[in-house]
């Protein structure tokens, strides 16, 4: 796929999950990657599914504040499409009632989220 039809793809998938994730996080969720790295030069959208994954510190990554956990809504390789930082423990349990009930499965692996 070329570059440019890749990314457009890419761009409606992050505009759809994040649309969907505002409407549970009051319009908190940030746009992340629209392309997954191929480690080439083939370039892919990242995928149409969406599963959810909650990120801190035991999953490897450093965050620079105290402030919770990183949500992040990714496909199946793990790239992340949207994001909402500062996710308090009663936040993450009620969004995950809601992504249960949304029908939305969680994702288990290394999450890839934007530098």
Same mark, same amino acid.
């Given at each position: 796929?070329? +570059? $440019?039809? /890749? !990314?457009?793809?890419?761009?409606?998938?992050? /505009?759809?999950?994040?649309? +969907?994730?505002?409407?549970?996080?009051?319009?908190?969720?940030?746009?992340?990657?629209? !392309?997954?790295?191929?480690?080439?030069?083939?370039?892919?959208?990242?995928?149409?599914?969406?599963? +959810?994954? $909650?990120?801190?510190?035991?999953?490897?990554?450093?965050?620079?504040?105290?402030?919770? +956990?990183?949500?992040? !809504?990714?496909?199946?390789?793990?790239?992340?499409?949207?994001?909402?930082?500062?996710?308090?423990?009663?936040?993450?349990?009620?969004?995950?009632?809601?992504?249960?009930?949304?029908?939305?499965?969680? $994702?288990?692996?290394?999450?890839? !989220?934007?530098?």
């Amino acid at each position: 796929m070329q +570059y $440019f039809q /890749a !990314l457009k793809l890419g761009q409606k998938r992050v /505009a759809e999950a994040r649309e +969907y994730l505002n409407t549970l996080t009051d319009g908190k969720a940030m746009p992340a990657l629209a !392309l997954t790295d191929t480690k080439s030069n083939v370039w892919k959208p990242v995928g149409e599914e969406n599963l +959810y994954a $909650f990120v801190d510190e035991s999953a490897g990554f450093i965050l620079t504040d105290n402030s919770g +956990y990183i949500l992040a !809504l990714v496909d199946s390789t793990g790239s992340s499409k949207t994001i909402v930082q500062g996710v308090t423990k009663l936040q993450k349990e009620n969004l995950e009632k809601a992504f249960e009930k949304d029908n939305i499965k969680k $994702f288990e692996g290394k999450v890839i !989220l934007p530098v």
